[in-house]
């Protein structure tokens, strides 16, 4: 496309040069650049913008094709005067447009131009020179380039960014934006940003335009958007307003960021710390568990939780009273009649794998494993069981190697255990064959405890009766012996041995007694000042070595207690009182009534007990190590009499000082409510 003037007169008015003068009114005030050379190339005449664009004035005459001092390509490389577009016009007598150029002024500062040289002929068609016209495009290419650099960024970000109307109609749409959601920028252009939104959270829209219409910021929003292919991914938002040059908002830029690795791993921190929490509490539970029953029922449960398993089941092996093996088994997500209908799980090749102790069995899909639905009468899962697809076994070993059992877990879907499942497993259950060996251990004692206490119970009913016949020959002895006083004397000693022997064999029945919860009571409402002053009677006369004093404000206080029982307390303490202050010479006995409750003190002056002793010496068989050693005894008298304050609902408790003497003190209630 090329202009072509027959005369530059038509618009320099003939005039030649600024000398001769432009019409000042015309083209030297004209914003834009011009300037005319003759047909050789020599400036013949330009304008004050022209100068100025230049940052000189040219020789006129003498300068050639341009003003400027340097000429460029828009790339930066340099031009010579005589390639420039001006000198191409005259040469090639055709207008050049289009070629833009950087001129640089003597100053160094450059600018970008677009000039627009056009050949001029006479009226024979000669040309005669040419006007050239340069449009000073430096701050359009500035914008432009910055405009250029912005899209590269936006294109190249790894980052979604879209941007959309204040109606939510998409306006541009980024090569991050093509990749996590599947449509392309012509797709998704002109549609609205709801076709990202879940049904669920549609809502979401409004808030963040209603924020983003008054100029707030939504920053990094934590939501989820839908792809193309429906896929739900997790993103981060940051939504600010877009406006217009004047200020006003008129969209939305948004920029989202995939937040789906950040959201795995803080999905598989907060797992692994769930995880390590649950095998904290697992073991906490399991080692201070001695119940077999109770260990079997918490592995089951924390582990089932552990592998993510809908069903977990724990088969233990153990053997009862008879010597018999059978097998105990607890069950987590399923309840027992899930399965009833199973057969015992070692006659399945399946589960024999397990029970052989050959290792953790672990399948995707158990339903394809070679042995599955070999045995009769099932051949897989019975119907109605348990719908178990991934699967999940692990042997439990003892220490000697024996299995003693086995865990199972069991999924709907497949696939769903893992190897770190495997790992943890092998852990937790490593933990509860010794628990479980432990609690056996326990088994065993209280087994063999309970032996022992039967035998204990057994041997003093056996010893109790000759002793009572002993005793009944030598009543009558005592009788027909009346006047032979050497005789008499022997026969009171050997009675009154025979009652201690006849005591210690009570206290031995109490104990079985106690121990198998049948010690019995007999409640009545009694004086418990006349009864101590009755025991009081008979201990004075039958000690040689102590004063027993007694003292009571009430001459009367009434309780109601097994009369027996107290008496037999009442004994218990103040015979201890006299065993075991064999250099004092006084015990001193008082009960008093306080707020419905009685309170009964035994108070000797003999060897004390040290404070560690002192809440030992209520529990069966223990006796104080050191200086009570060798007084005899066999340490129940205590043990029961405690026993027997607390099915009263009372207590009883000790405040002593070794070598200065001990208090015993018991305290119930007036009436104990029986239940
Ligand atoms: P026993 O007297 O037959 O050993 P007890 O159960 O009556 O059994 O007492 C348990 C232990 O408590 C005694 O062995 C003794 O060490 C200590 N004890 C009991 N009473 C006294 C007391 N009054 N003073 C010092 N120690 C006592």
Redesign the pocket.
């Known amino acids: 496309m090329s202009t072509s003037y027959q005369d530059t007169s038509a618009i320099f008015g003939g005039v030649k040069s600024p000398s001769e003068g432009f019409p000042s009114n015309c083209i030297d005030h004209v914003p834009i650049a011009i300037y005319t050379c003759d047909k050789n190339g020599f400036i013949t005449s330009y304008n004050r913008a022209a100068a100025t664009l230049w940052g000189k004035e040219p020789v006129i005459g003498k300068d050639m094709w341009s003003g400027s001092w340097k000429i460029f390509t828009p790339e930066g490389n340099p031009i010579s005067l005589a390639s420039s577009p001006m000198a191409k016009a005259l040469q090639e007598k055709v207008s050049v447009t289009g070629e833009e150029i950087i001129v640089e002024r003597p100053d160094g500062v450059r600018r970008n131009i677009l000039p627009h040289p056009v050949p001029v002929f006479d009226s024979f068609g000669e040309l005669t020179g040419a006007v050239n016209t340069l449009l000073d495009i430096t701050e359009q290419k500035q914008v432009e380039e910055k405009q250029g650099r912005l899209a590269a960024i936006v294109e190249s970000s790894d980052d979604v960014i879209i941007s959309k109307t204040l109606q939510g109609v998409i306006t541009s749409w980024n090569q991050a934006a093509e990749k996590l959601f599947g449509y392309t920028e012509q797709e998704a252009v002109r549609m609205n940003i709801r076709m990202l939104i879940p049904p669920e959270r549609i809502a979401e829209e409004d808030l963040i335009i209603s924020k983003v219409s008054v100029g707030e910021k939504v920053d990094h929003f934590e939501t989820v958007r839908v792809t193309k292919h429906g896929k739900r991914v997790p993103l981060s938002l940051t939504v600010s307003a877009v406006k217009d040059k004047n200020g006003k908002i008129i969209g939305a830029s948004k920029i989202a960021r995939d937040i789906s690795e950040r959201k795995l791993s803080e999905e598989k921190l907060r797992e692994h710390s769930e995880n390590l929490e649950i095998l904290n509490s697992i073991g906490k539970a399991i080692s201070e568990d001695l119940d077999t029953q109770s260990i079997l029922q918490k592995v089951t449960d924390s582990t089932t939780r552990l592998m993510g398993a809908e069903f977990g089941a724990f088969f233990y092996n153990t053997v009862n009273e008879n010597s018999e093996s059978y097998v105990l088994y607890t069950l987590s997500g399923a309840p027992k009649e899930a399965f009833e209908e199973f057969g015992m799980p070692r006659n399945s090749a399946v589960f024999h794998t397990t029970f052989s102790g050959e290792g953790v069995l672990r399948s995707d899909d158990i339903k394809k494993d070679p042995r599955y639905g070999k045995n009769p009468p099932f051949y897989g899962m019975p119907k109605g069981h348990l719908p178990v697809v991934s699967y999940l076994a692990i042997p439990v070993i003892a220490k000697d190697g024996t299995v003693i059992g086995g865990l199972f877990f069991g999924h709907s879907q497949p696939a769903k255990f893992t190897d770190d499942h495997e790992k943890l497993l092998v852990g937790v259950v490593s933990q509860a064959a010794i628990a479980l060996e432990n609690a056996k251990l326990l088994d065993e004692v209280q087994k063999l405890n309970s032996k022992k206490d039967e035998f204990i119970g057994l041997a003093s009913h056996e010893l109790k009766t000759p002793v009572t016949s002993i005793k009944g020959y030598l009543q009558i002895l005592q009788k027909s012996l009346l006047n032979e006083g050497t005789y008499n004397a022997f026969i009171v000693k050997a009675l009154q041995q025979t009652a201690k022997l006849s005591n210690l064999i009570s206290d031995l029945l109490d104990i079985s007694k106690i121990e198998a919860g049948k010690l019995p009571f007999m409640f009545s409402s009694f004086n418990i000042v006349s009864l101590t002053e009755e025991i009081l009677e008979m201990m004075r006369h039958e000690s040689k070595t102590h004063s027993i004093e007694f003292n009571s404000i009430d001459s009367y206080i009434e309780v109601y207690a097994d009369r027996n029982r107290i008496e037999q307390v009442i004994i ?2 103040i ?3 006299m ?3 064999p250099q004092a010479n006084r015990v001193i006995v008082s009960v008093r009534k306080s707020n419905e409750r009685i309170t009964f003190a ?1 108070q ?1 002056f ?4 040290k404070p560690e ?1 002192l809440d030992r ?2 529990t069966r068989f ?4 050191d200086l ?2 060798h ?11 405690h026993e027997i304050i607390n099915r009263h609902k009372g207590r009883m408790w ?1 405040e ?1 000082s070794p070598g200065k ?2 208090t ?1 003190y018991f305290e119930i209630p007036e009436k104990i409510q029986e239940n």
Do not use: H, M, T, W
């Not at 007084?631 to 009499?641: A, D, H, M, T």
């Open positions: 218990n303490l015979s201890n009182a065993k075991y202050s035994v000797d003999g060897i004390g007990i002793y010496i209520f223990y006796r104080v190590d009570a050693s007084i005899s005894g066999l340490g129940i008298g205590l043990y029961i009499s000790v002593s003497g001990s015993f």
